[in-house]
């Protein structure tokens, strides 16, 4: 695979998604992205933003196997993992797999189940595998876990640590879309369509598991000036000096800054990376690892707008 058939076969991905999806082309480009680096998203949007719908289009479009789990307070790790089962009539135990036992995972309102839970994700997430009953077992590849939060409702959730956080590649957030693009959405529902049934919209698969793997192969190979490492780390080196943060990106924010800058530059048929893809992937990468001080805060401040001073303060290579 070549860029240019990889930026064809992207452009082919964005136009089945536009059959189901309305106005949220970017955040279902940062998934497809994700996809490819190899990374985990998690989506922040309040109900009714298209969130599990965005996760079970990017499902169809890719020939893989998807599950989904309700994350909820009862929720154990051995609902979300598996466990053993004794079989009376063959007089031994057998491993019953969990839903964990996927390609594309999407795990329903994270912040849901108690840390306990939350954790079992964590080996999973980072070792595409499982450990049970002293026994490993690898997670079939491309794994990737699509997790969804409310960001107003607080009431009987537990914030996700840092140390999760950093497990995903990205946090999009799912805004609410345009009156002109949410009339387009009621247009469509007026005529029939029905996102419980995604068949019926003859949406077309465009990427195998094999596919995915070879995308990945090649995006490996993607050329990466040393101007743009040193862009990258200065970026991470100038938020942990922030007079505004508390925490700033750790070196696995660097990294994933690297992976996803090449693959954003692969699907725009490019075999080099440039400071524009880095400056697109950062926002998504750095937002969810930033601790804001209580002052910047109190100013009005967010991480986004941290980050946009810090994309303004470091000089972009030539």
Known sequence: MQPAELQQTFQQLRQEADKVLVG???????????LLTGGHVLLEGVPGTAKTLMAKTLAHLVQVRFGRIQFTPDLMPSDILGTSVFDMSRGQFYLRRGPIFTQILLAD??????????????EAMEERQVNLEGERHLLEPPFMVIATQNPV???????????QLDRFLFKVIVPYIPTDTEVE??????????????????LEAQLSAAQVLAARRLINAIVVEDGILTYIARLA????????????????ASTHV??????CAAIQGR?????????????????????????????????????QRLLGQVEVPR
């Open 237 to 252: 080196a100038a938020s942990r000096q922030s007079p505004d943060l508390v925490l700033g990106a750790s070196t696995r």
């Open 153 to 163: 409702e607080y009431e009987g959730t537990y914030p996700l640590p840092e140390a």
């Open 271 to 307: 075999d080099y990376v440039t400071p524009d893809d880095v400056k697109y992937v950062t926002p998504p990468i750095y937002r969810h690892r930033l601790l804001l001080k209580p002052e910047a805060e109190i100013e009005g401040l967010d991480a986004d707008a941290v980050i």
């Open 258 to 263: 690297l992976l996803a800058a090449k693959t």
């Open 24 to 34: 949220q082309e970017e955040p279902f480009e940062l998934l497809v992205i994700a």
């Open 109 to 122: 309102e994270i912040n849901r189940a108690p840390a306990k839970t939350q954790s079992a994700l964590l």
């Open 185 to 202: 959405v009621l247009r469509r529902y007026h005529q029939g369509f029905d996102a419980h049934d995604l068949a019926a919209t003859s």
